[in-house]
């Protein structure tokens, strides 16, 4: 076989976990999908603007959900001479698209509920949506934990805004039963009335909150911000530790794209050393740095000049 | 927001420079350029007197690197003074205090120079 050709354990595992991460959003995608049935007829048998709410929410978050799964897919299949840098990116457009559908669907439970306050209505049968939103919160825990726990192996957007949207649709669903509970068990009060628009405000409190986190992470990626202060210090602190190694720095650059973390580090040598010792010296802390940020590729450039 | 003060102590050939505040990505170019300058000048036995230095950040870090090799390749030497237990504790954290000269006061530091 040529040497070319086989595939080394660690990228047998990363392509398996991103397989893994695949098959995570997909399924996220067909739960979503099922479940979209159910609740229709729920919402119209219990006349609830908080299960519409919730129905809307999930139907934004299940196509939202269902971009996300394309990008993965895209990216996992997309290694070619066109994107050196893979398409990471793709992931940050994703969330953003999931973030979107959080902020429509914010607006919608928003007016919803503000018109159920204005002109309260007693709500009907809660039967099937109780048997409905009971199943979703235990799909919708399953999915919060499983995608946590895959983003806790690899620091990937689409990961941390699934976990967060899944969260958020645990907590809703909490948020309902509770509201349908409260609301039909005290039916004959007035105030009871005034329960199912004030679930759906605390819904939309969630949705906003999720939907913020999203965008700016995102953005600022897709913007190529340097990487977060905790990760700059680990980077000074190797440079301190090869500091009696190399004559000047000359800069340090860093950006994310998706679930990749690049560092550029600008350096100068003393010219009367071999280059060989030079590049042991460059793969030594190039190695460090890789070991020490997850999902880090770093370069070090040999210059002596500063860095543009 | 940072100030940055420069005192020249001229019996001991010592250049002093006083930082105020809090110094991060927003302001460290500051502070770079004026160590740049500095050097560039010749004035190469330099105190950085951080007495009043609330806060420092990566960037900040960065600077001082940058100016401790300038310094070394000018034959020169920069002594750090008075640092504040939070400073402190992030050039501990990042290594930088067993790269960095660092005194409890900025007059020993200028003793130090004299050394």
Redesign the interface.
């Known amino acids: 076989m040529e040497k070319g050709s086989t595939l080394s354990s660690t990228q047998v595992s990363s392509m398996e976990h991103f397989r893994e991460k695949e098959r995570s959003i997909l399924t996220g995608f067909i739960l979503g999908l099922v479940a979209l049935a159910p609740d229709v007829v729920a919402v119209i048998l219990a006349n609830s603007v908080m299960l519409l709410s919730d129905l809307l929410k999930s139907a934004s978050e299940t196509v939202a959900t269902f971009l996300s799964w394309l990008a993965v897919r895209k990216v996992r299949r997309g290694k070619s001479f066109d994107y050196n840098y893979g398409q990471g990116k793709l992931e940050n457009i994703s969330s953003l698209a999931v973030a979107g559908a959080m902020m429509l669907s914010w607006m919608i439970v928003t007016y919803g509920a503000i018109e159920r306050f204005r002109h309260p209505k007693p709500i009907g049968s809660i039967g099937l949506a109780l048997f409905v939103t009971g199943g979703s919160a235990l799909v919708n825990l399953w999915m919060w934990r499983k995608n946590l726990r895959l983003s806790g192996v690899e620091a990937s957007p689409i990961l941390e805004s699934q976990w967060r949207l899944f969260r958020s649709k645990f907590a809703a669903n909490i948020s309902v039963v509770a509201s349908l509970v409260v609301s039909a068990g005290f039916r004959e009060q007035r105030w009871a009335a005034y329960v199912d628009p004030a679930g759906a405000i605390l819904i939309s409190a969630f949705l906003l909150l999720s939907a913020y986190r999203v965008i700016t992470d995102s953005i600022y990626d897709l913007l190529d911000r340097t990487l977060d202060?905790s990760l700059?210090?680990v980077?000074?602190?190797e440079?301190?530790?090869y500091?009696h190694e190399?004559?000047?720095?000359?800069g340090?650059r860093s950006r994310r794209s998706g679930s990749n973390v690049y560092i550029e580090i600008f350096m100068e040598f003393d010219g009367d050393r071999r280059m060989e010792e030079v590049q042991e010296l460059i793969d030594r802390m190039k190695a460090g740095l890789e070991a020490k940020i997850r999902g880090s590729q770093v370069l070090i450039a040999p210059t002596t000049a500063p860095a543009s | 927001m940072m100030q940055i003060e420069v005192i020249e102590d001229e019996s001991q050939h010592v250049v002093i420079v006083g930082l105020s505040g809090r110094m991060d990505s927003s302001n460290s170019r500051a502070f770079e350029e004026k160590m740049v300058n500095l050097i560039q000048a010749g004035k190469t036995r330099m105190v950085v007197d951080c007495a009043q230095l609330q806060y420092i950040s990566s960037a900040g870090l960065r600077v001082f690197l940058m100016a401790a090799k300038q310094l070394t390749m000018a034959k020169g030497k920069l002594i750090l003074a008075s640092l504040n237990d939070d400073v402190r504790q992030v050039f501990n954290l990042t290594g930088f205090s067993s790269i960095f000269q660092i005194c409890d006061s900025r007059e020993e530091a200028i003793r130090n120079h004299g050394d």
Do not use: M, N
Request: hydrophobic share 70%.
């Open positions: 202060e700059q210090l980077i000074l602190a440079l301190a530790v500091y190399y004559v000047a720095l000359h340090i």
